[in-house]
């Protein structure tokens, strides 16, 4: 079963259910949505995909750095396939910490990382028809 990456619609409340703890006073949500301007044009949609056994690694490490890495009680990450519309959901992270700044700090650490790490790639598609794949961020250390 995927955990992490799917065409599902992310089920948000599951995710906060999931992460619950007695001990965590913060609860920081990030949400990534497919937004109707890029470069100067105008987007219609975007389609994800993604080689998924690799995918479901590279987030699971994202989340178990995150956690060795900052003072959190957990953090979940999910991130959507498929041909999504404007205004949808393509990825959460979900981070639970006894104290806001760590729960910020660990959410943008997680965001941050995925996005240089995670085997997933978009397709946007625009008011004129055209498709553009778009470039991603340099993994760490490229070009060096």
């Given at each position: 079963?995927?955990?992490?990456?799917?065409?599902?619609?992310?089920?948000?409340?599951?995710?906060?259910?999931?992460?619950?703890?007695?001990?965590?006073?913060?609860?920081?949500?990030?949400?990534?949505?497919?937004?109707?301007h890029?470069?100067?044009?105008?987007?219609?949609?975007?389609?994800?995909s993604?080689?998924?056994?690799?995918?479901?690694?590279?987030?699971?490490?994202?989340?178990?750095?995150?956690?060795?890495?900052?003072?959190?009680?957990?953090?979940?990450?999910?991130?959507?396939?498929?041909?999504?519309?404007?205004?949808?959901?393509?990825?959460?992270?979900?981070?639970?910490?006894?104290?806001?700044?760590?729960a910020?700090?660990?959410?943008?650490?997680?965001?941050?990382?995925?996005?240089?790490?995670?085997?997933?790639?978009?397709?946007?598609?625009?008011?004129?028809?055209?498709?553009?794949?778009?470039?991603?961020?340099?993994?760490?250390?490229?070009?060096?």
């Amino acid at each position: 079963m995927n955990d992490h990456v799917d065409g599902d619609a992310i089920d948000l409340d599951a995710l906060i259910e999931e992460t619950a703890s007695p001990d965590a006073g913060a609860v920081v949500v990030f949400g990534g949505t497919v937004r109707r301007h890029h470069a100067g044009q105008t987007v219609t949609d975007i389609e994800y995909s993604a080689y998924v056994p690799l995918a479901e690694r590279a987030l699971a490490a994202v989340e178990a750095e995150a956690l060795a890495g900052h003072d959190i009680l957990a953090c979940r990450i999910r991130h959507r396939t498929g041909r999504l519309r404007v205004g949808e959901l393509s990825v959460v992270v979900v981070v639970r910490a006894a104290h806001r700044a760590e729960a910020f700090e660990a959410a943008r650490f997680a965001i941050d990382r995925l996005k240089v790490t995670a085997p997933v790639w978009k397709r946007e598609t625009y008011a004129d028809g055209s498709q553009v794949y778009q470039q991603g961020e340099a993994l760490p250390g490229a070009g060096e």
